[in-house]
C-alpha cells in the first residue's frame, strides 16, 4: 500500500497543481470599476452605531461616486441612508444623535434618524468643508471659499456694442495664483461661517484676506470658538506658519492665544472644556518634520508635548470622553495605528491595521472615530481589498463589511510578502514588500517591476494597490519599498535625504532588486522601474545611473529642479524646505540632484506618463525630458491625460489606463512572453 501512495503522490500532486492553475483567474484592468472602499467612519456617542461613506466607480459617468451607510456596531443591520449615487459625505453626528448632518452635491443635509426623512438646509455658493456641530445642536459650522471682488487695472476702450472681441485679460499679483486639483484660483479666501442647524443664511464668522480651514471647536456653553489659521500679513510667505485662536461669536471679535514657532493645527476642546489640544512641530525648516500632539491651558499657558518620545506623525486625534486622555493615529513601519494616549502615563497600541483608503498604490493612512465608551470605528486595511468598516473594543477587533466580496470571488489577488534588507550605503534596515502574481510558481523565471512611491516623504505599506495588482495580474512580480525618506520611520531616517534629493535613496532602491533577485526566480534580463511624482524622480534618476533595467515608466515626474520650483503650486514650500536656497542663488545644487543632469548616461527605453493638468509636477517637466530623449535618440513615448492633476487615478478610466500603458510599454521589451 505505500509503494502505492508513493506512485500515486506524484500524480496527486500534478492534479493539485493544474486544478489551482485553472482556478487562478487574476484582476482585469475594468475591475476598477467593482472596488469600493468605506470612508469617514463616525461612531455615535452611545457606541452602539456607525455611520460611514460607502465608496463606488460609475461605469458610465467614470466617477467615483459616495453614498452614507448606517449599521449597528455588531455588525448587523446595515442599511443605506442616502441614494447610490447621491455623492453624499461628511457625515456627522447631532449631539443628541437624533441627526446627522452632511454634505451632498456641494449642500449641507440634515438627516432625522426618527422618520428617515432628509432635507437641504443650504444655499451656498462654493461647497462647504469641515462640518461641525455646535453643543446645543442648535447651530452647524463649516468653512467655505468666499469671493473677493478683484475688478481688473485697465478697462480697454472702444469696443462696439455687441461685437465680439477676445476674453479680457486676466491680471494675478498673487503669490499663489494656482493649485494642483483646481487650476487657476479665483479671487477670494476661505472663512468660517456657521448657520441655524434647520436651515436659514449663513453668517460668515471670519474675515481678512486670509485663509481658514480646519474644524472649528465649540465651547461647550457655545459662546466661543477655537480655530487655528495663518493671519499673518504674507501669509504665503511662510506657508508653515499658524497660531491659535478663539473668536467669540456675539462680536466677531478674534484673539490670539497661542503662537507656536511653526504650525499648529486641529485645535479641540477637551470635553471638560479645561484644555485644548492640537498639533504641531517647531519649524526648523526640515524637508520633514512629525507632527507632535500638544496639550495646553485655554489661555495658552503649560503647553505640553506628549508624544516626543514617539518620533512618529500624528495625523489626527480625538480626545477621551473623560478628558484624561486622547486616541491618535499615526503611521509606524508602513501600518496605520490608533492608540490611547494618556495625559500622563504610558500610551498603548489598539489598533495595528488602519489604512486602505487609498486603494489605487499602497500608500499608507486612513481615519477612524472614537465613542464615549471607547469603541473605535476605523477603515481597515488589508493587502487583498481596499478598506473595509471595522471596529475595536475592550482590545477585540472584528471586521464589519465585506464590500469587496464579489469581487474577491471571481477574482485571485497577488500575495503580498513583507521583507526586510540591508542598505548598501550604511547598512540600515529596509523595509519593502513583495507582490506575486496570482498562480506564482518559485521555480519558474519572471519579470520583476520596481514601483517607487512619491512624496518623497511618504510611506508604503501592507495595504491594497489596485495599479499594482493590475501589473502583477500581467504576470509580473512587483517590488515596492520605503527607502531612506520615507517617513514613518522617525524624522531621522525622513530626513536622510534633506538638501540632497535623489541620493542613497537610490540606492536602497537598488539593494531591494538585488535581494528579490537573490531569490532566483527573477529573469535578470526582465527587470523594469516605474513609479509617480517622487517615485518618478527616482525613476528617471536611476536610468541616468544604471542600465540594469530593460524600460522604464516614469510617471508625472521632476527631472529638473530648477524648472520646477519655478512652475510648480507649492513653489513657495519647496524653495524654503526642500532646498537651501533659491535656484539663482545656487543652479550648481539644484543641477546635481536634477535627473535631467544625467540624461546624457540614459540607454533604457522610457516611457513618460503624465496629466496636462499637473499643477504640483507640471507637463513641462515630462515635455523636457521626453525631448532630451528624442535628441538622444532614446527610444521612448510621452502619454499625455487630457484634463488629469497630479491625482491621476481620480477618474476610475485614468487608473485603469496606467497600468495598461506601463505594461504595454513593458512588454515591448519583454526578452520573454509570459506563455512561454
Not at 370 to 397: C, F, K, W
Not at 598 to 603: A, E, H, K, L, R
Amino acid at each position: 500500500m505505500k509503494k502505492i501512495l508513493q506512485l500515486l503522490l506524484p500524480l496527486f500532486l500534478l492534479w493539485t497543481s493544474t486544478a489551482i492553475a485553472q482556478q487562478v483567474n487574476p484582476l482585469k484592468y475594468d475591475d476598477v470599476f467593482h472596488l469600493e472602499l468605506v470612508t469617514d467612519p463616525q461612531v455615535n456617542a452611545k457606541g452602539d452605531q456607525i455611520v460611514f461613506v460607502r465608496n463606488w466607480f460609475d461605469r458610465q459617468t467614470d466617477r467615483r461616486r459616495m453614498a452614507l451607510w448606517i449599521m449597528n456596531a455588531d455588525g448587523s443591520a446595515m442599511q443605506p441612508l442616502t441614494q447610490t449615487d447621491s455623492n453624499a459625505s461628511s457625515p456627522r453626528w447631532s449631539p443628541d444623535q437624533k441627526r446627522i448632518a452632511y454634505v451632498e452635491d456641494g449642500q449641507i443635509h440634515v438627516l432625522w434618524l426618527d422618520s428617515g426623512r432628509s432635507v437641504q438646509i443650504s444655499q451656498l455658493p462654493h461647497a462647504p468643508a469641515n462640518l461641525a456641530w455646535s453643543p446645543d445642536g442648535n447651530w452647524l459650522s463649516f468653512n467655505m471659499f468666499t469671493a473677493k471682488s478683484a475688478p481688473p487695472p485697465v478697462t480697454l476702450p472702444g469696443k462696439p456694442a455687441n461685437a465680439s472681441w477676445a476674453p479680457a485679460p486676466i491680471y494675478i499679483d498673487s503669490m499663489q495664483y494656482r493649485a494642483d486639483g483646481a487650476g487657476y484660483l479665483p479671487s477670494g479666501y476661505r472663512h468660517h461661517y456657521m448657520m441655524a442647524a434647520e436651515g436659514g443664511s449663513a453668517i460668515q464668522l471670519t474675515t481678512g484676506d486670509y485663509h481658514h480651514s480646519g474644524d472649528l471647536s465649540w465651547q461647550a456653553d457655545g459662546k466661543a470658538v477655537y480655530f487655528a489659521a495663518n493671519r499673518r500679513e504674507a501669509a504665503y510667505r511662510a506657508p508653515l506658519n499658524s497660531a491659535i485662536y478663539r473668536l467669540t461669536l456675539a462680536d466677531r471679535s478674534i484673539e490670539q492665544i497661542y503662537d507656536p514657532a511653526g504650525p499648529a493645527s486641529q485645535p479641540m476642546l477637551s470635553p471638560d472644556g479645561r484644555q485644548l489640544a492640537f498639533l504641531g512641530f517647531e519649524d526648523r525648516k526640515l524637508a520633514h518634520q512629525a507632527n507632535r500632539l500638544y496639550v495646553m491651558n485655554l489661555d495658552g499657558s503649560n503647553v505640553r508635548n506628549l508624544t516626543e518620545d514617539l518620533d512618529r506623525h500624528i495625523n489626527a486625534f480625538q480626545w477621551q470622553s473623560n478628558s484624561r486622555g486622547l486616541y491618535i493615529q499615526y503611521d509606524d513601519l508602513g501600518l496605520g495605528k490608533v492608540a490611547e494616549q494618556p495625559l500622563r502615563g504610558n500610551r498603548s497600541v489598539l489598533v495595528t491595521d488602519l489604512g486602505g483608503t487609498s486603494f489605487s498604490r499602497p500608500y499608507s493612512g486612513g481615519q477612524f472615530s472614537v465613542a464615549d465608551n471607547g469603541l473605535i470605528a476605523y477603515t481597515q486595511a488589508s493587502t487583498e481589498r481596499p478598506s473595509e468598516l471595522a471596529m475595536q473594543h475592550r482590545r477585540t477587533n472584528r471586521t464589519l463589511t465585506n464590500l469587496n466580496r464579489d469581487l474577491l470571488f471571481k477574482r485571485t489577488i497577488g500575495q503580498v510578502e513583507e521583507i526586510w534588507y540591508q542598505s548598501s550605503v550604511d547598512g540600515k534596515q529596509i523595509h519593502g514588500w513583495v507582490m506575486y502574481p496570482p498562480g506564482f510558481d518559485a521555480s519558474k523565471q519572471y519579470p520583476l517591476i520596481l514601483e517607487i512611491h512619491g512624496g518623497p516623504h511618504t510611506a508604503y505599506g501592507p495595504v491594497f494597490a489596485m495599479e499594482l495588482q493590475l501589473m502583477a495580474a500581467q504576470g509580473y512580480v512587483v517590488l515596492y519599498t520605503n527607502p531612506r525618506g520615507s517617513t514613518s520611520y522617525g524624522e531621522d531616517f525622513a530626513n536622510l535625504i534633506h538638501h540632497n534629493y535623489p541620493s542613497y535613496d537610490y540606492n536602497d532602491l537598488m539593494d531591494g532588486v538585488d535581494a528579490v533577485l537573490a531569490r532566483g526566480f527573477i529573469n535578470e534580463q526582465e527587470l523594469f522601474i516605474t513609479g509617480g511624482s517622487g517615485g518618478g524622480v527616482l525613476t528617471t534618476w536611476a536610468i541616468g545611473h544604471t542600465d540594469r533595467f530593460a524600460a522604464a515608466a516614469a510617471i508625472n515626474p521632476v527631472i529638473n529642479w530648477y524648472s520646477f520650483v519655478l512652475n510648480a503650486d507649492m513653489y513657495n514650500y519647496f524653495t524654503q524646505y526642500w532646498f537651501p536656497g533659491l535656484p539663482w542663488e545656487m543652479p550648481e545644487h539644484y543641477l546635481k540632484h536634477s535627473p535631467i543632469s544625467y540624461v546624457g548616461n540614459v540607454t533604457t527605453p522610457t516611457m513618460l506618463f503624465t496629466g496636462d493638468a499637473d499643477y504640483r509636477t507640471p507637463i513641462s517637466e515630462t515635455e523636457q525630458y521626453y525631448q532630451a530623449l528624442q535628441l538622444r535618440g532614446i527610444d521612448t513615448a510621452m502619454v499625455r491625460i487630457p484634463g488629469a492633476s497630479h491625482a491621476l487615478h481620480a477618474r476610475p478610466s485614468n487608473l485603469m489606463a496606467k497600468p495598461a500603458y506601463v505594461i504595454h510599454w513593458f512588454e515591448r521589451y519583454r526578452q520573454t512572453k509570459s506563455s512561454d
